[in-house]
Each structure stands twice: as C-alpha cells, then as structure tokens.
Nanobody
Framework: QVHLVESGGGLVQAGGSLRVSCAAS????????MGWFRQAPGKEREFVAV????????RVADSVKGRFTISRDNGKITIYLQMNALDPEDTAIYYC????????????????WGQGTQVTVST
C-alpha cells in the first residue's frame, strides 16, 4: 500500500528553481509531522527539511537554508519543497517522510517513506 507519493522532480539548470510535492493517501497524514530527505549517488541519505502537522514549525538543513522552503496544505494532504538557487550539489533523489513524532522525522526514523523523486541540477 502506497502512502506517500512524490512528484515534481526533474532536470534544472544551476541557479534555477523547482518545487517537489508529496501527496499522502490518507487523511490521517494531516496529523503527522512530515519532512524531506535526499540521497545523492554514493552518499548517505541526509535530512533536508521538516514541518510540523500544523504547518507552524519548520526546520531546514544548514546546507539549504535560505534557498529551500518547506510548506504543507492539509486540505490536500500534501507537503511541498520549494527549491531556489539550485546547485549541482543538490542533485539527489528526494524522499518524503511522515511520522507522528517530530523527532522521528528529523532523525530519519520515520515510519512512512515515499519512493522518491529525482532532482538533477546541471551546470
């Protein structure tokens, strides 16, 4: 059973922008904290951003601070990651995560994960 589905990835030039989305399949997820992780080739998966279930508390990794913004629309049971000023170092598969516990999302121990969407930034 698929719970989280990412979309919006693609190829973009350095300096460009892209927005990826993660849609949840069940209304229950509107009460879950959710976040984004990414994994580049040959590297470990890393935390990118998290948003609490109300959409009032957010946190982003230092590597993307000032460039990436996380948001959510509980009516659509969807979270977004707006990525600006993209750099080739941002090339990775971006994964959506969800969990009832905020700390689990931040630490990468979320109960639910999406399949990922590829983001490629060209020079």
């Amino acid at each position: 059973q698929v719970h989280l589905v990412e979309s919006g990835g693609g190829l973009v030039q350095a300096g460009g922008s892209l927005r990826v989305s993660c849609a949840a399949s069940e209304r229950t997820f509107s009460l879950y904290h959710m976040g984004w992780f990414r994994q580049a080739p040959g590297k470990e998966r890393e935390f990118v951003a998290v948003i609490d279930w109300r959409g009032q508390a957010t946190r982003v990794a230092d590597s993307v601070k000032g460039r990436f913004t996380i948001s959510r629309d509980n009516g659509k049971i969807t979270i977004y990651l707006q990525m600006n000023a993209l750099d080739p170092e941002d090339t990775a598969i971006y994964y959506c995560a969800a969990d009832p516990e905020y700390s689990s999302v931040v630490s990468g121990r979320s109960k639910y994960w999406g399949q990922g969407t590829q983001v490629t930034v060209s020079t």
